[in-house]
């Protein structure tokens, strides 16, 4: 047989062997329950309708940001620490590692560059403190949003963050465009900018 023909046949079989493959079912797998879905739906938009009951202020957050660790990763001061700097500084204790994308320096701290103070609530509910994820309490979480903000300058000390007060915090950064550069395919997500 001319080695085209062979080709083809090879092509064929391997379609057919394809076909037969996606029309198999394994029954596995099922459909989830509302709950379950429920459980996972934990994003919180910018308007802060699925925000939780609970409230706190800067002088609760003070106390926690220390309690429950965040200090050993961020600084003591909010800066200086491997982690990103999370409250502005002069500028003079930058991290010392190399910085994760998008890049966040002393002058460009989520409490000024997000667009949603409701961002940060969520960002800090589902991933911090980094390794213990998803044990801080939506009080500890108010608390949080409020301590950095006012450190930052963005409320005022004695503010109460609630479902209601969060979503109406005026950021810095609402009618501004994202700051971060445009990551390009392949390149390193660890890396320095500008
Ligand atoms: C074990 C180290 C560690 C601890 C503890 C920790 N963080 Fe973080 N945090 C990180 C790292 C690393 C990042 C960057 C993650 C990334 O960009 O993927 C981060 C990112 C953040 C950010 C987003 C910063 C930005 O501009 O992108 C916030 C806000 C934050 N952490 C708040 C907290 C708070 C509040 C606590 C304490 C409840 C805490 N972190 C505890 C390591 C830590």
């Known amino acids: 047989m001319e080695w085209r023909k062979l080709l083809l046949l090879v092509a064929i079989l391997a379609l057919?062997?394809?076909?037969?493959a996606q029309s198999t079912k394994y029954g596995v797998g099922r459909t989830p329950t509302p709950e379950e879905?429920?459980?996972?739906?934990i994003s919180i938009g910018p308007d802060?309708?699925?925000?939780?009951?609970?409230?706190?202020?800067a002088a609760e957050?003070?106390?926690?940001?220390?309690?429950?660790?965040?200090?050993?990763?961020?600084?003591?001061?909010?800066?200086g620490g491997?982690?990103?700097?999370?409250i502005k500084s002069d500028g003079t204790k930058k991290s010392k590692y190399p910085?994760?994308?998008?890049?966040?320096d002393d002058a460009l701290v989520m409490s000024?560059?997000?667009q949603y103070a409701t961002t940060m609530w969520d960002y800090i509910n589902r991933a911090m403190p980094l390794n213990k994820?998803?044990?801080?309490?939506?009080?500890?979480?108010?608390?949080?949003?409020?301590f950095l903000l006012f450190k930052n300058g963005v409320i005022a000390e004695n503010q109460v963050l609630d479902p209601e007060t969060l979503p109406r915090v005026k950021m810095p950064n609402r009618d501004h465009a994202a700051l971060a550069p445009e990551w390009k395919h392949a390149a390193p997500r660890l890396q320095g900018y500008p």
């Not at 491997?82 to 999370?86: G, H, M, N, Q, V």
């Open 48 to 57: 802060g309708k699925e925000l939780p009951p609970g409230h706190g202020t």
């Open 82 to 86: 491997p982690a990103p700097t999370l």
């Open 99 to 104: 910085c994760l994308v998008p890049c966040v």
């Open 61 to 79: 957050g003070a106390k926690l940001f220390r309690e429950k660790q965040c200090v050993v990763c961020h600084g003591s001061t909010g800066s």
């Open 112 to 114: 000024l560059h997000a």
């Open 16 to 20: 057919a062997q394809l076909a037969q």
């Open 133 to 146: 994820q998803g044990t801080l309490k939506p009080d500890e979480v108010y608390s949080l949003v409020a």
């Open 37 to 41: 879905i429920r459980a996972w739906d």
